[in-house]
């Protein structure tokens, strides 16, 4: 049975996944979307002790993460399977594992050691705080790394207190930098000839998403405070109440705020002298903001939607998850696709690429399911098999 192939970009490339919970495994569901042979490396069930965090395997989050996969299991705790794994690494492109820092060390797999064996293996790490320096040894969690990174002290309403965001944001970044960075050395390596060591951490990701915050404070010195739904420098930026919900408004510029007041029927506004330019409107945004809100709740969100967009001013309405699904726009982009072999709809790809676009091209693998296929294609037979699984070693 030939290596699942969800798109023809990367099938020239194998992964070896090691990868648990949730950062490492959306690394990796990058590189497999787009059509490397992932081998998600698992321990044999009688060793499992559960996917920490993840949710149950037959569960939507562990659906979502681990499609256009291969699975094996293989015990890394015993000598077997560690001669195993590094029988593997001499036929792979990258290996991924997301360990506290010490495990690799302790199991005889990390950077130093596998790179023995393949002088071209790119070896990926994600760790919860880097993986030297007085904090590498503590254990990493999304939201801790949201607060560590100064992402909640600017997250929430004014005075309420720091919030945490809605999604793990850390965890994904940190993988999407991951896996940013693998295809980097990649890159590289076609030059070089050789592989290195890829390391990010969930304290670096986050601290890099905060962008124009961190640049206000490295070049300027200011310290970002909360700013709930206005924007720190647009205004009018935010959530206005409108006669049926909520919607969001976007001014960027005098020309948009200019054209925004006139498509809400508001050109009072434009003569007031607290609002005529940026600073002003900024340093009014909280009475400007109750002006237009009693203006929008004279209708309702769609109809302030169509006018404002019709006028080239940025808007746009707040749904639920269920009414984003909905959502013409989201239907025809294919934010939402069926996987390939089953009913099951999935978060697609959202980056297209014209020739070799991205599928789902099959479900998340039963644990182990492909042990036996992937062993004989490193060129173990049938009773050296057995004789693994006999012995517990996968």
């Given at each position: 049975m030939?290596?699942p192939?969800?798109?023809?970009?990367?099938?020239r490339f194998?992964?070896?996944?090691?990868?648990?919970?949730?950062?490492?495994?959306?690394?990796?569901?990058?590189?497999?979307?787009?059509?490397?042979?992932?081998?998600?490396?698992?321990?044999?069930?009688h060793?499992d002790?559960?996917?920490a965090?993840?949710?149950?395997?037959?569960?939507?989050?562990?659906?979502?993460?681990?499609?256009?996969?291969?699975?094996?299991?293989?015990?890394?705790?015993s000598?077997?399977?560690?001669?195993?794994?590094?029988?593997?690494?001499?036929g792979?492109d990258?290996?991924?594992?997301?360990?506290?820092?010490?495990?690799?060390?302790?199991?005889?797999?990390a950077?130093?050691?596998?790179k023995?064996?393949?002088?071209?293996?790119i070896y990926?790490?994600?760790?919860?705080?880097g993986?030297?320096?007085?904090?590498?040894?503590?254990?990493?969690?999304?939201?801790?790394?949201?607060?560590?990174?100064g992402?909640?002290?600017?997250?929430?309403?004014?005075?309420?207190?720091?919030?945490?965001?809605?999604?793990?944001?850390a965890?994904?970044?940190?993988?999407l930098?991951c896996?940013?960075?693998?295809?980097t050395?990649l890159l590289?390596?076609d030059?070089?000839?050789?592989?290195?060591w890829?390391q990010?951490?969930l304290?670096?990701?986050?601290?890099?998403?905060?962008?124009?915050q961190?640049?206000?404070?490295?070049?300027?010195g200011e310290?970002?405070?909360?700013?709930?739904n206005?924007?720190?420098?647009?205004i009018?930026?935010?959530?206005?109440?409108?006669s049926d919900?909520?919607?969001?408004?976007?001014?960027t510029?005098?020309?948009?705020?200019?054209?925004?007041?006139?498509?809400?029927?508001?050109?009072?506004?434009?003569?007031?002298d607290?609002?005529?330019?940026?600073?002003?409107?900024?340093?009014?945004?909280?009475?400007?903001?109750?002006?237009?809100?009693?203006?929008?709740?004279?209708?309702?969100?769609?109809?302030?939607?169509?006018?404002?967009?019709a006028?080239?001013?940025?808007c746009?309405?707040?749904y639920?998850?269920d009414?984003?699904?909905?959502?013409?726009?989201?239907?025809?982009?294919?934010?939402?696709?069926?996987v390939?072999d089953?009913?099951?709809?999935?978060?697609?790809?959202?980056?297209?690429l014209?020739r070799?676009?991205?599928?789902?091209?099959?479900?998340?693998?039963d644990?182990?399911g492909?042990t036996?296929?992937?062993l004989?294609?490193?060129?173990?037979?049938?009773?050296?098999?057995?004789?693994?699984r006999?012995?517990g070693?996968?």
């Open positions: 030939p290596a192939q969800a798109s023809a970009a990367l099938k194998r992964v070896l996944d090691l990868t648990r919970v949730r950062s490492g495994p959306t690394c990796v569901r990058q590189l497999a979307d787009w059509g490397a042979d992932v081998i998600k490396i698992e321990m044999p069930p060793l002790e559960g996917e965090l993840g949710g149950p395997r037959e569960g939507p989050d562990f659906m979502n993460l681990h499609r256009n996969k291969r699975s094996m299991t293989l015990d890394l705790k000598p077997d399977g560690i001669a195993l794994l590094k029988r593997m690494v001499a792979a990258v290996i991924v594992e997301n360990f506290r820092p010490d495990v690799k060390h302790r199991l005889g797999i950077y130093d050691d596998l023995v064996i393949n002088p071209r293996l990926a790490s994600i760790s919860g705080f993986q030297d320096g007085p904090y590498a040894k503590r254990p990493g969690f999304d939201q801790i790394a949201q607060g560590m990174g992402l909640m002290s600017i997250t929430g309403l004014p005075g309420d207190g720091p919030v945490r965001v809605g999604i793990p944001l965890d994904l970044t940190a993988g930098f896996a940013l960075g693998i295809l050395a590289e390596r030059v070089s000839g050789e592989g290195q890829v990010t951490s304290l670096q990701a986050q601290a890099f998403m905060l962008d124009f961190a640049a206000r404070f490295l070049v300027k310290v970002a405070r909360q700013a709930g206005n924007h720190p420098t647009s009018p930026t935010g959530v206005f109440r409108t919900g909520f919607l969001n408004l976007a001014t510029g005098q020309s948009i705020w200019e054209r925004c007041a006139k498509a809400l029927d508001a050109e009072s506004l434009l003569a007031r607290e609002y005529k330019t940026m600073v002003l409107r900024s340093d009014n945004r909280d009475a400007l903001n109750r002006e237009l809100e009693a203006v929008f709740l004279t209708a309702p969100t769609s109809t302030w939607v169509e006018r404002l967009n006028a080239g001013v940025p746009g309405p707040i639920r998850i009414e984003m699904f909905d959502d013409p726009q989201v239907h025809h982009l294919g934010i939402a696709a069926k390939a089953g009913d099951m709809r999935l978060m697609a790809q959202p980056v297209r014209s070799t676009p991205s599928h789902l091209d099959r479900a998340p693998p644990c182990g492909e036996d296929e992937i004989h294609e490193i060129g173990l037979g049938a009773d050296e098999i057995a004789a693994l006999a012995a070693t996968i």
